[in-house]
């Protein structure tokens, strides 16, 4: 998916180039709130017992982006050069790991289908629980 390697990184760096903690808040912005928002909480966007184990670990590293050296068969981008402050070094999907430090080691077909068991902004305003 394009963009999804500068994702963390970039908003990582610029939470914390504002003086923000960015791990906390990577955290609540990119796991647990858009988890919330398709109504998948808490078994995505949570590390809780009976919860997926997707975790993404974070190195505090300067690194250079390199776009030719991209996953998505696109080698462009627009962060190309750009010095972030933090690495994904590693992500593990339900417990398996699916990225290593620049490689994609995931099995094809590993991903799953996740049916909505929540409230969530698509959900009938009659089926929304307010929280």
Known sequence: MTGLETLAPSFGTDLRRR??????????????????????????????VGADADVVIIRDQAR??????????????????EIFDLTVVATYVRGVPVWDDGRIVGEPGHGRFIPRTGPSIFAPPSAQVVT
């Open 19 to 48: 003086g923000y903690d960015p791990l906390p808040l990577m955290c609540r912005y990119l796991a647990e709130k858009p988890a919330r928002f398709f109504g998948i909480w808490p078994r995505k966007g949570a590390l809780t």
């Open 64 to 81: 250079r982006f390199d776009a030719s050296q991209t996953q998505d068969e696109l080698n462009w981008s627009a962060y190309d050069g």
